[in-house]
């Protein structure tokens, strides 16, 4: 491992690789028809990307820009309709086309009004052949726009799964994260959920966050259990260049690694004793929560149609989005050409991979999960073992007591798993590496 990634756990959060900054512009900007000609699409993932939320917490390095002036998001619903017609028609045979999952995701898709809703929903099953009410349906939401209308229109359409960002629900580190809320208006939004009868709640915390102690994390956790969420997700808190928390220096903080790993181990044994199981580093699940199918990972997949300006498709050998900024003004820039946009049968800015790339990324995302990665499954897939491709990157893991000694399956141990952003960024290909150390902050 590099002596920057020894240094710290906290190095980069691996939920999809290659990461958009190494994405560059395609020559020749391929056609969508010629990218999914040879593609399996009996199983694909749909996600539809809205890139609007009421505030930007001050942690976030989302795509998303705060409010929309009056006509935008009608505006963008035309333009998502735009680019699912042509990607619909790009994906050829309709008789061959099913979607096996779906999501919508931002920003905050509850952004939208509930007449907005419907017509996103409309957009997916109409014009992209998904039937919502047949598959598993994740979507995004903050409690300021999980209202009761907008909560109506998703579980009349299928939503299985409903993500609410809490991140704390003591109001003194809300505010300190930059993300003004009150308890009592989580409290109300969090019964509204309930009410509406989605299966599944997952919902999000944040630790590291200025001021808070593990007394103060046990509170959040504990008001989280009086819901029984279906699904929690613990987040160390990151503070990422052109946040609104961009306020660290850029050098190694020991202290606040401490701080982080010691109460991800809090948080971690805290719901392990509450009937809850690990899924990765992040995802805690109920042990009695109904299966979810493969919606929990479907970004990661290959198959994927993204819809929107800051959503990624994913075929086996390219891919490929938009532009891509964290910045507030090159954001808006970026949503008004995608709104401006007519042609959308042509892919603007991607990464190829190859066959390397592939077998790294499956890696990654296999052994970033707690259930690791099956030998045998890995070998039948690319006719070598994951030592024969990987050996010096897993011997360090090893040596470091982060994998365990199962010949079977290639899975982090407890510590390893306290350290997957570290792990994660560590088995980047010097060429994506290379790309992301190259990428104009935007």
């Known amino acids: ?60 390095n989302l795509f998303t820009r705060i409010g929309a002036p009056d006509g935008l998001t009608g505006a963008y619903l035309d333009a998502l309709e735009r680019q699912a017609t042509a990607v619909r028609e790009a994906l050829g045979d309709k008789d061959r086309v099913r979607f096996a999952t779906a999501a919508f995701g931002g920003g905050t898709p509850t952004f939208l009004t509930a007449a907005e809703l419907e017509r996103l929903c409309d957009i997916a099953e109409h014009r992209m052949g998904a039937d919502l009410r047949a598959v598993p349906l994740s979507v995004e939401a903050s409690p300021a726009t999980a209202t009761a209308d907008r909560l109506a229109v998703l579980a009349a359409r299928g939503t299985t799964r409903l993500s609410l960002g809490i991140q704390s629900f003591v109001d003194s580190e809300a505010r300190a994260a930059v993300r003004p809320q009150r308890r009592a208006d989580v409290e109300a939004a969090l019964a509204r959920i309930r009410e509406a009868g989605v299966p599944v709640l997952n919902i999000d915390l ?69 009937g809850y199981t690990q ?14 199918g493969a919606d929990d990972y479907a970004c990661q997949t290959d198959g994927m149609i993204g819809l929107g300006c800051g959503a990624r498709s994913y075929t086996s050998g390219l891919h490929y989005s938009f532009d891509y900024a964290v910045d507030m003004h090159q954001i808006r820039a970026i949503v008004d050409d995608y709104v401006g946009t007519e042609d959308f049968t042509r892919a603007e800015v991607g990464y190829r991979m190859d066959p390397h790339e592939a077998r790294r990324r499956h890696l990654l995302q296999s052994l970033l999960q707690a259930e690791g ?7 039948a897939r690319f006719g070598s073992a994951p030592a024969d491709d990987f050996g010096p990157e897993l ?45 104009e902050r935007k």
């Open 1 to 60: 491992m590099t002596t920057a990634q020894l240094t710290s756990p906290y190095q980069h959060y691996v939920y999809a690789y290659p990461h958009k900054t190494a994405y560059r512009p395609l020559p020749g900007r391929p056609s969508l028809k010629d990218l999914w000609a040879s593609e399996p699409k009996d199983a694909l993932s749909l996600y539809l990307h809205i890139p609007f939320c009421e505030v930007r917490c001050g942690f976030c």
């Open 206 to 274: 944040i630790y590291g966050i200025d001021g808070q102690t593990e007394q103060t994390w046990r509170h959040s956790l504990d008001a989280a259990l009086a819901w029984r969420p279906e699904e929690l997700y613990l987040y160390p808190l990151y503070v990422r260049p052109l946040t609104g928390l961009d306020r660290r220096g850029v050098g190694p903080d020991p202290a606040w690694d401490e701080q982080r790993l010691r109460l991800y181990r809090a948080g971690r044994d805290h719901l392990l004793a509450h």
């Open 279 to 292: 899924q990765s580093m992040r995802m805690f699940r109920r042990a009695d929560a109904p299966p979810q």
């Open 373 to 379: 990665l099956p030998v045998d499954e890995y070998r």
């Open 395 to 439: 011997g360090c893991l090893a040596d470091r007591g982060w994998l365990s000694d199962d010949s079977a399956v290639l899975r982090l141990t407890p510590e390893g798993l306290a350290h997957s952003d570290a792990i994660g960024p560590d088995l980047f290909s010097p060429a994506v590496r290379a790309a992301m150390a190259a990428y």
